[in-house]
């Protein structure tokens, strides 16, 4: 049975680096320790917590309960058919450690993923994406485990029912499953997406065919300009989604601000970078205190050392109510707040 640590910091297990503590802190390595603590704990009135990479969760307070870091790893190869291959991950596997493995092994398809920071446990809970693709583009299955059935489920690329940073484990499934393993179908040949324009204007210097690894290191070079690292300056990458809105209401705005920046959606809605929305609002680099606004990415709200996440959580309020007084447009937080 794994260590079940009393009071313990998780300043150092999430990336805002908030100095907040677990009640009880279990790691866990693989599936039959999961079930093991899970059966033993049975009907223990205490909250339970589920935590990969930290990357994307915000703690107002200590935690009461039961955090339980995913720290499953291991990658494989399941096995090849025609041009495409099978691989799994363990749930605690770091994301961009998978990225650069598939790399190395000529295995394409999550490169424009590069350097997401998290696990990738998490990454179908979210439906991470970036630079043109989202994980649902290269998703086959993932396994879990229910936590009050012990029972294990595979899940399909249906059953997730991905959305935009969404899926069925934000909803109906929410709080009801550990994610053990990941299985992504990649491609053995490739080829590469540079439909998001600021990656295809990055990479327009290059003669002839653009190469996955050419990809993978323009997306980390992109990244590294517009956010601030974890390990200096506190923070979750994005903090809210990007609004997608009626096309009468965009027009309605465009009369006022015949620059905004938008992306259809489909003939009806649009969507509309809301570091835009946040920046035209006068917030991007504010500082309060030890909490703010990144001075180079308005969606990036950070921890400058000291701050609390109740705080955090209070300045978003107020970036929120702002924009809606001003466009008329409900921002939504797409860091998990706890």
Not at 20 to 33: D, F, N, T
Not at 150 to 174: M, P, T
Not at 258 to 279: G, N, R, T
Not at 286 to 303: E, S
């Amino acid at each position: 049975m794994p260590y079940l640590q009393e009071n313990a910091s998780l300043a150092s297990l999430h990336t805002f680096g908030f100095d907040v503590h677990a009640r009880w802190l279990l790691s866990i390595q693989s599936l039959q320790e999961a079930v093991e603590f899970l059966a033993d704990n049975r009907g223990a009135q205490r909250p339970l917590l589920i935590l990969g990479g930290g990357s994307n969760v915000l703690f107002q307070a200590d935690y009461p309960g039961v955090v339980l870091r995913n720290e499953i790893p291991g990658i494989e190869c399941l096995g090849q058919e025609g041009n495409e291959v099978l691989v799994a991950a363990g749930a605690g596997v770091s994301w961009h450690g998978l990225v650069m493995h598939c790399l190395d092994q000529g295995w394409f398809g999550l490169e424009n993923l590069s350097l997401i920071p998290g696990t990738v446990g998490a990454a179908p809970i979210q439906n991470i994406g970036a630079y043109g693709i989202e994980i649902k583009d290269s998703f086959e299955y993932l396994e879990s485990l229910h936590l009050d059935t012990l029972q294990v489920r595979r899940f399909s690329n249906k059953d997730c029912a991905f959305g935009y940073r969404d899926s069925y484990f934000k909803r109906k499934g929410a709080g009801k499953y550990l994610i053990t393993k990941v299985v992504f179908r990649l491609s053995l040949q490739p080829d590469v997406n540079l439909s998001y324009a600021a990656l295809k204007e990055a990479l327009a210097h290059v003669p002839g065919p653009v190469s996955p690894r050419q990809v993978s290191e323009a997306v980390i070079a992109i990244r590294q300009s517009k956010l601030p690292d974890p390990a200096i300056i506190g923070n979750a990458g994005s903090f809210f989604k990007n609004p997608e809105v009626a096309m009468a209401h965009f027009q309605t705005i465009r009369q006022t601000y015949p620059d905004i920046p938008s992306f259809p959606v489909d003939e009806q809605q649009v969507k509309i970078p809301a570091a835009w929305l946040i920046q035209t609002c006068g917030w991007k680099g504010f500082r309060r205190g030890q909490i703010g606004v990144h001075d180079k990415q308005a969606l990036v709200l950070v921890n400058h050392g000291g701050g609390s996440g109740a705080q955090l959580v209070a300045l978003s309020g107020e970036i929120m109510e702002s924009v809606f007084t001003r466009f008329g447009i409900q921002l939504e937080r797409e860091v998990r707040i706890v």
